[in-house]
């Protein structure tokens, strides 16, 4: 997973961690459109912030603006969440997802929260946190962050879904061609016919052979057997049984 760095203003966060990394909030930016890029750029611009994420990301990137290593402000203290005796700056990682305005209400984007879920499951494994320590901006302080998915918990449960499904990763082209060739021969061998012994596979051959001479298998009238790769598994699962002698 491709992630972009762009360094936060120096005042905007403290350097280094007093508390090892054990929770994974998510926020949401709060405007109309805006990207990772833009606000990676805004926070490493403008000083005496007091505020920063490790992470932005939009529909098409994620930029990272403060190291993981280090302590961004992003869920300090307002009014205590359920989560706010656990969760705070010094052990958790900040994940901004930007937002969009639709019908006067704020959206995040599908393919946001998949790119999201993606960078968060990568986190999840690499620093061993679990789905129940995966939190909300709202969870930690009640501030309606991320606003869409405080006024609609349903869309946080569809998120925190995303984190346990199995995942596909995103392939190559000659990954993909690879599997493709892989899948075709598969058929084709299905489909192949044997007509006689020497065209068999290895591991077919002596059953094939036992069989024709005992005259089990006799062919056709040119002398063709005509055995399909199932028909061989067959033959020779039976074999082993000593169904034929």
């Known amino acids: 997973?491709?992630?972009?760095?762009?360094?936060?203003?120096?005042?905007?966060?403290?350097?280094?961690?007093?508390?090892?990394?054990?929770?994974?909030?998510?926020h949401f930016t709060s405007g109309d459109g805006d990207t990772a890029k833009n606000n990676a750029d805004y926070f490493a611009r403008e000083g005496d912030l007091r505020a920063s994420a490790h992470y932005f990301v939009d529909k098409n990137e994620i930029w990272q603006s403060v190291k993981d290593s280090d302590t961004a402000w992003h869920c300090g203290v307002e009014r205590g969440g359920s989560?706010?005796?656990?969760?705070?700056?010094?052990?958790?990682?900040?994940?901004?997802?930007?937002?969009v305005i639709r019908n006067g209400v704020y959206v995040i984007p599908e393919a946001t929260m998949k790119r999201a879920a993606k960078l968060t499951r990568e986190l999840m494994a690499k620093?061993?946190?679990p789905v129940s320590r995966v939190c909300r901006h709202y969870d930690?302080?009640?501030?309606?962050?991320?606003?869409?998915?405080?006024?609609n918990p349903r869309l946080w449960q569809k998120f925190k879904d995303m984190l346990t499904e199995k995942e596909v990763e995103d392939m190559t082209e000659a990954q993909t061609r690879a599997?493709?060739?892989?899948?075709?021969?598969?058929a084709e061998s299905a489909k192949k016919v044997y007509n006689s012994?020497?065209?068999?596979?290895?591991?077919?051959k002596d059953t094939v052979q036992k069989l024709v001479n005992k005259g089990f298998l006799q062919g056709d009238d040119k002398g063709k057997l005509a055995l399909t790769t199932d028909l061989l598994r067959l033959l020779?699962?039976?074999?082993?049984?000593?169904?034929?002698?």
Not at 179 to 186: L, P, V, W, Y
């Open 1 to 26: 997973m491709k992630i972009n760095f762009k360094q936060c203003n120096r005042s905007n966060f403290m350097g280094g961690r007093s508390a090892p990394i054990l929770w994974l909030t998510l």
């Open 83 to 99: 989560y706010y005796n656990g969760c705070r700056n010094a052990n958790s990682i900040g994940i901004e997802m930007c937002s």
């Open 127 to 129: 620093y061993h946190i």
């Open 140 to 151: 930690v302080t009640h501030k309606d962050c991320p606003e869409p998915w405080v006024r």
């Open 179 to 186: 599997i493709a060739k892989q899948e075709i021969s598969k």
């Open 197 to 204: 012994v020497a065209e068999c596979p290895a591991w077919a």
């Open 236 to 245: 020779v699962i039976n074999d082993r049984a000593h169904l034929y002698g």
